[in-house]
């Protein structure tokens, strides 16, 4: 009996030894596992992206608002992968030469531009925004981008400064804001008129339009003080916030239904650092071209609406629209045509986009041009 019970202690005591060895391998696996995962946690963290992106929308207008709401979303919408911290116009790079220059050293990942700024260093952007009495709807340039090739042959031309066109935003038609009436195009005949440059002034300057260029945030104290007689910048809706109103007295359109003749569809983008993209996931990559193609259709939208309330603002604060007829329309786009074909000219790139364009005018779907109007050219 005793041997049994010693024999029967001893197996008791082995099998207590055991279970506590168990106990022990437990714990120590559960702690591993405890820390395995808060180093992969950590590891999450460490691996999200951050990209600085500075917009061109200066700070408390629509414009910026919707760029910095859109921005902070997309650390949610990519599962906390990539992280956008917003900047306004000047807070980074002070100007728009500045800014071209950050984001291609990556001292920016990216920026919130209009397209067009660029014409001085890459001639092709004069045709990726809205150009004189070219062509004048949204839809337009979204299927010239997305289904006529647009898209890959301007992130081709992007490359080559080691940047990557993610893709064009609409934003509006800009309009001129002037201190005396402009009814026909010969009352433009004399005027000093800020405008963007590039093809815009060589056209307006065929009408005796001294033109010069300024920053948005320069053209308020440039109408206050006299030394500019009109001024082009974006829509309704931003320039009422920017105090336009207070400094002038006409608003120039084209014919009913037409905003401008000039600029209709005034085209930003999103364009980054070609490193900073091809750093990318590709899965993280078409979420940020999916979201930016959201994102044009809410900014657009939202612009549009904000415009409608800014006019009546405009009116209140005793603002009168005049307009352009279509005589002046067509005789405005017999000026334009060689100015089109000129900075075609500039190089292979240019010409590329052009010709897409032009295959697109000049279908009848569209019937902007017949072939005589381009005739020699």
């Known amino acids: 009996m005793n041997t049994n019970n010693n024999e029967q202690q001893s197996l008791a005591g082995r099998t207590g030894a055991r279970s506590s060895k168990r106990g022990i391998f437990k714990s120590v696996a559960l702690a591993a596992a405890v820390v395995g995962s808060s180093l992969l946690g950590a590891a999450q963290v460490q691996a999200a992206t951050t990209w600085k992106i500075q917009s061109v929308w200066d700070a408390g207008t629509v414009g910026y608002d919707l760029f910095e709401e859109w921005a902070n979303s997309m650390e949610q919408k990519s599962g906390g992968e ?11 790079a002070a100007d728009n030469n500045g800014l071209f220059e950050a984001v291609r050293n990556g001292v920016l990942q990216g920026m919130n531009p209009f397209t067009l700024y660029w014409s001085g260093k890459i001639p092709a952007s004069v045709f990726l925004s809205s150009y004189p009495a070219g062509p004048d709807q949204p839809h337009h340039w979204d299927i010239m981008f997305y289904s006529m090739g647009m898209l890959e042959k301007t992130r081709e031309i992007y490359e080559k400064f080691g940047l990557f066109y993610v893709g064009p935003i609409q934003h509006d038609a ?3 804001h002037s201190k005396k009436p402009v009814n026909s195009l010969k009352d433009l005949e004399g005027m000093k008129m800020r405008v963007p440059g590039g093809m815009v002034a060589e056209v307006f300057q065929e009408f005796g339009v001294s033109t010069v260029s300024l920053p948005g945030s320069d053209i308020f104290p440039a109408l206050e003080k006299g030394t500019i007689d009109a001024a082009d910048f974006v829509g309704p809706a931003v320039n009422y916030e920017l105090g336009f109103s207070q400094v002038t007295d006409y608003i120039m359109f084209g014919p009913p239904g037409v905003m401008s003749i000039y600029q209709p569809v005034d085209l930003m ?44 603002k405009f009116k209140a604060d005793g603002s009168t629209v005049t307009r352009l007829s ?21 190089n292979e790139d240019a010409r590329a986009i052009l010709d897409i364009q032009l295959e697109y005018m000049m279908n009848e779907t569209v019937g902007y041009l017949e072939p005589e109007d381009i005739e020699g050219m």
């Open 82 to 92: 990539l992280i956008i911290k917003p900047y306004p116009a000047k807070s980074v």
């Open 326 to 346: 279509q005589a002046d329309m067509e005789e405005f786009r017999k000026a334009a045509i060689p100015i089109w074909f000129n900075w075609a000219g500039k």
């Open 174 to 176: 800009n309009i001129i």
């Open 269 to 312: 983008d999103l364009t980054v650092n070609l490193r900073a993209w091809n750093a990318l996931d590709p899965e993280l990559q078409q979420l940020v071209e999916d979201e930016v193609r959201n994102y044009s259709q809410k900014h657009y939208l939202t612009i549009q609406a904000r415009n409608i309330e800014a006019m009546k």
